[in-house]
């Protein structure tokens, strides 16, 4: 009886064991040989590409254009890709030569970690190594707790940043990303967070590293990156993979050729070959469907037409003030356009049907925007530059004479 209590015992453990330690990017399941297909959709790369995770965006950093969505504004939880924007974190509020100290609490968290013990210490700038690289989550909470005192006062460090990046469905409450119902972003938000978090060229480099020696209490200790598109997959440079049973397998990719750069989010795949197989068909996709044109010289010409007519027609009212009208200045006129669309560009203009003495020197009156296939591209403010001077009463004396002299 006792022996088969053990081998109970033994059962169950061998079964629930798995939930604790494989969730989230597992150093196990990660040492496996990194599987790359040998082609995606490579018969007819400018197709629409075939995909079967749930969420996908792929993002332009030039203009921020989405070139490829499949549900990509829907609230989901995203894994261990939380850690985007820990790092974030990190590099704006911590210098990375400080000592972190690894609590019990650190130390102990379930899911993919670095497997240091109680009281390891390292510098900022290894622990940010071993949370990018193979996907910390005991380097996430010793972050937190060392940054904010607590991993929910640091989440609410995450949320801010988030309100400040304009990310509105965003909302952390963990620095790791383990499954919590209060814990998401969109795949199209996560792309944001990631081009904002690429701008720093620390974060850049620690995502972009396949191997690094770090320094754990001392010791060297070689990691390699849980990324299975970097160094393995043409124009990959970044940026982070994430698993969990309710996020399923996340990975996101920064990829730059011929000078186009973008980033893929692939969220809520089945498997691990299943996210590798989509991100790297959306990616082909992408860079043999897309090309950039710049529109600069027709935004300047469609608006010197309509210039022309608006300052000779706008009707005005009390004040017989020529108006002059220019555009914002737009700071990229460089755009991702499928093949020869620069063709189908149009454009649509919004005015003040009428101007008075009332609307002041810069003062938006209108705008002009730049539409791809029913999708825009672009929006400038249309600006009245001059000032409309009210009429005066000697303007209206003259009106009455005349009108007096026309009637006879």
């Given at each position: ?9 033994f ?5 629930i064991?798995p939930l604790?330690?494989?969730?989230d990017?597992?150093?196990?399941e990660?040492?496996?040989?990194v ?6 959709d490579?018969e ?23 070139l490829?969505?499949k549900?990509?504004?829907?609230e989901?939880p ?10 974030t ?5 911590c210098?990375l ?18 497997e ?23 380097c ?8 904010s ?12 940043k988030?309100?400040e990046?304009?990310l ?7 620095p ?23 701008k ?18 001392g ?8 990324n299975e598109?970097?160094?393995n997959f043409e124009?990959v ?12 397998r ?11 750069d973008?980033?893929?989010v ?19 996709y992408?860079?043999s ?7 600069a ?9 309509y210039?022309?007519y608006?300052?000779n ?14 555009l914002?200045?737009?700071e990229?006129t ?6 020869n669309?620069a063709?189908?560009?149009e ?16 003062d ?5 925007s730049?539409f791809?296939e ?7 403010d ?11 009463w ?15």
């Amino acid at each position: 009886m006792y022996i088969q209590k053990i081998l109970i015992s033994f059962l169950i453990f061998t079964l629930i064991f798995p939930l604790f330690c494989f969730a989230d990017d597992s150093l196990p399941e990660e040492e496996w040989d990194v599987f790359v297909p040998a082609s995606a959709d490579s018969e007819n790369p400018t197709k629409e590409p075939t995909t079967n995770s749930k969420y996908i965006v792929a993002l332009d950093r030039k203009s921020l254009s989405v070139l490829y969505e499949k549900n990509a504004y829907k609230e989901v939880p995203m894994a261990s890709t939380t850690k985007i924007m820990t790092a974030t974190i990190v590099l704006e509020n911590c210098d990375l030569s400080e000592t972190v100290e690894f609590s019990k609490e650190a130390a102990n968290v379930r899911g993919s970690c670095l497997e240091v013990s109680t009281g390891t210490k390292m510098s900022m700038n290894d622990v940010l190594y071993g949370l990018m690289m193979r996907s910390g989550n005991d380097c996430a909470v010793a972050i937190a707790e060392h940054i904010s005192g607590s991993v929910e006062a640091f989440a609410d460090l995450m949320n801010q940043k988030a309100q400040e990046l304009n990310l509105v469905h965003t909302h952390f409450v963990t620095p790791h990303g383990l499954d919590d119902e209060n814990h998401y972003t969109t795949a199209y938000e996560l792309a944001l967070l990631t081009d904002y978090a690429l701008k720093n060229e620390k974060f850049k480099n620690i995502v972009a590293t396949k191997t690094a020696t770090i320094s754990v209490n001392g010791y060297p200790r070689t990691i390699s990156n849980t990324n299975e598109l970097l160094g393995n997959f043409e124009g990959v440079y970044g940026v982070k993979t994430g698993f969990t049973f309710n996020a399923g397998r996340c990975l996101v990719s920064s990829c730059k050729r011929n000078g186009m750069d973008i980033i893929v989010v692939v969220l809520g795949a089945d498997t691990k070959n299943q996210r590798t197989r989509d991100s790297m068909n959306v990616i082909n996709y992408v860079y043999s469907t897309f090309k950039y044109v710049d529109i600069a010289d027709y935004i300047a010409e469609g608006f010197a037409e309509y210039k022309e007519y608006y300052e000779n027609h706008a009707f005005l009212y009390k004040t017989t003030t020529k108006p002059n009208i220019a555009l914002s200045s737009l700071e990229n006129t460089t755009f991702p356009l499928k093949g020869n669309s620069a063709t189908t560009l149009e454009t649509k203009f919004y005015a003040l049907n009428s101007l008075t003495s009332e609307i002041s020197a810069n003062d938006k009156i209108g705008s002009m925007s730049v539409f791809c296939e029913e999708k825009m591209l672009c929006s400038m403010d249309i600006i009245l530059t001059n000032q409309l001077e009210q009429n005066s009463w000697q303007y209206y004396f003259g009106r009455i004479l005349k009108d007096f002299r026309n009637s006879f």
